[in-house]
Structures are given as structure tokens and as C-alpha cells.
């Protein structure tokens, strides 16, 4: 496992097809046995309930290996609902 994390920065919001998306990226870092990914939401405003599920589908995947998954420039809104669906320390939030 590489020390130096893999930054995935998606440029828009994490809905429809972007989740797809998002969820494909994430695949194929796993499949290249890439297991220390940072998700930089600097440019996200809003997740879908699809997103969060990638979200955690993800992180499951990463911590069954012993890697690291964690999640920066989360948006006052984006922290707000993590809190409050009780998730924000789940995922790794920087």
C-alpha cells in the first residue's frame, strides 16, 4: 500500500450520473490495489443519497484492507448533514 494517498477531486456535485461516475473511479483505484484515497469535496455542494452510499461502500471496502480513506474540504452544508446523519467521524473527515 502507497503512504502517499491518491486525491480524487470531483469538479461537481455527487448526483445522478456523477455518483455512477465517481463510484467507477473509485473501482478501478481498488481493482489497482490502491488503498489510501483522500476525496477532496472542495467543489461539491450537494450529495445524493446514492453518493453517500459510494461514500460508504468505499470507505467499507478500503478499511477491509487496512487502508485509509478520508474526506477534506467538506462545505459547512455537506458537514451539517454528515453530523447529522451521524457519519461525519465514520467517514474520515478532515
Known amino acids: 500500500m502507497s503512504t502517499t494517498p491518491i486525491v480524487i477531486a470531483p469538479k461537481s456535485d455527487i ?11 473509485f473501482s478501478e483505484l481498488l ?14 455542494t450537494m ?24 474526506i477534506v474540504n467538506l462545505s459547512e452544508d455537506l458537514t451539517q448533514l454528515f453530523s447529522n ?5 465514520f467517514l474520515n473527515v478532515d
Open 85 to 89: 446523519m451521524r457519519i461525519i467521524e
Open 47 to 70: 450529495i445524493d443519497s446514492l453518493g453517500i452510499g459510494v461514500l460508504v461502500a468505499t470507505r467499507n471496502s478500503i478499511r477491509q484492507s487496512d487502508g485509509e480513506f478520508s
Open 15 to 25: 448526483v445522478g450520473n456523477a455518483t455512477y461516475e465517481l463510484k467507477t473511479e
Open 31 to 44: 481493482n489497482r490495489g490502491e488503498l489510501n484515497i483522500k476525496l477532496d469535496l472542495a467543489s461539491v
